[in-house]
């Protein structure tokens, strides 16, 4: 039999293998863990429960039907030869002697499989996930996210001078850097998220769920990490220490697919590389749009504290300059709401505080726009349209 090519889904094939390592498992047990999985994932069980066992790939609804028979065909022989019979046993028995698709069969441990799997989605040296694998997950989280409206964000990191690194202290040093900090990014990436080594110096960090706040926040805190890690010879380096670029995009906000989403990641990444370095930013920092002198009042509130008044200096689809009275910190994100003049409607969103700096008893705010709706993004545009005379 030929088999269709193989399709890994870790977060599956994890949750088998913990039931199937027993000695012995369990039939029972395992079909409570199946149930519960495909409630949660749907057919797709049945395809890895199969890889795994026997390593044959089926179409889930194919896998279904013949994982049935084969949970038939072990309570049929136990009824006949004892309880004794293993699940494994009547699992050969039924492709060899009932549904011929082994004519070779071949034993091995569920470890070494294991291992052997690991191997086809991994990057060896840093034991993130590869290119390869990242690619096809990042098309199957697009279309999830298309379908049930979430958020889902790209952060594309770049180590700083890493060739400079490389070419003074030699590749084995580089190595241990880059699984120093891969190991970092490890730490602080959690299900569903999936990171992987894109290339090189590069990684790249999938986060379903997840808005542009959160996933600056995530590339931020790796950042920083990364920044305090006593690699060796890290003080050469032309900062004195490693240092990381990021640029993060968002489906729908940057993107509408796969292409356009790593392309925005890669053009905020090049952006943070050219206003110096060691930062991470998002197509919203790159003012493409044209600012108009406006003064238009509004109130802002910082999460989780009481709102206040401000007055915008200028204004674009993608940022504004605002005056206030707080003190903000470079990355505070706040909520906002711009009171359009002539009756005009509030327009809300969420920004983030790139620059603040103090002016008499006020502060002057320079801030990018990380979340609006298409409704108020559109009432934006059409105010500055109108003042663009």
Excluded at 17 to 33: M, W
Excluded at 355 to 362: F, L, V, Y
Aim: glycine letters at 6%; one cysteine or more.
């Amino acid at each position: 039999m030929e088999t269709a090519a193989v399709t890994v889904f870790p977060e599956i094939e994890d949750r088998l293998i913990g039931v199937l390592e027993a000695d012995g498992p369990d039939l029972e047990r395992l079909q409570a863990t199946v149930d519960a999985l495909e409630e949660d994932v749907g057919e797709q069980v049945y395809s890895s429960l199969l890889f795994l066992l026997c390593h044959l790939r089926y179409p889930p609804a194919e896998a279904k039907e013949h994982w049935q028979r084969v949970v038939e065909r072990t309570r049929d022989m136990r009824a006949k030869l004892g309880d004794e019979v293993d699940l494994r046993v009547a699992l050969l028995d039924y492709f060899i002697s009932l549904n011929r698709h082994f004519k070779n069969p071949k034993v091995i441990e569920i470890r070494v499989f294991q291992k052997t799997q690991s191997s086809a989605i991994r990057d060896e040296l840093t034991g993130l996930y590869n290119h390869r694998y990242f690619r096809a997950e990042l098309d199957r989280e697009i279309s999830r996210a298309q379908r049930s409206s979430e958020s889902l964000s790209l952060v594309i990191l770049d180590i700083d001078y890493f060739k400079w690194y490389n070419d003074r202290h030699g590749h084995l040093e580089g190595d241990r850097a880059l699984q120093a900090i891969a190991n970092t990014i490890r730490e602080e990436v959690h299900e569903p998220d999936i990171a992987a080594r894109y290339g090189g110096e590069e990684f790249a960090i999938l986060l379903p769920d997840s808005n542009k706040p959160k996933a600056f926040r995530i590339a931020e805190k790796i950042r920083e990490r990364v920044s305090r890690l006593p690699i060796r010879f890290a003080e050469t380096q032309p900062s004195g220490r490693f240092t990381l670029s990021g640029g993060i995009a968002a489906l729908r906000a940057d993107a509408d697919d796969a292409e356009s989403l790593i392309e925005a990641a890669d053009r905020a990444l090049y952006l943070a590389k050219g206003r110096g370095k060691n930062q991470v930013i998002s197509p919203g920092n790159e003012r493409e749009f044209p600012r108009f002198e406006l003064r238009v009042p509004g109130k802002l509130q910082r999460v989780s504290t009481q709102s206040e008044p401000f007055l915008t200096h200028n204004l674009s689809e993608q940022g504004l300059r605002l005056q206030c009275e707080t003190p903000m910190q470079e990355g505070d994100f706040f909520h906002f709401g711009l009171m359009l003049p002539d009756g005009g409607r509030e327009i809300e969103g969420l920004a983030r505080t790139v620059r603040s700096r103090p002016r008499g008893p006020a502060n002057v705010v320079q801030a990018e726009i990380v979340e609006i709706s298409f409704e108020n993004a559109s009432a934006l545009k059409t105010y500055l349209d109108s003042q663009d005379t």
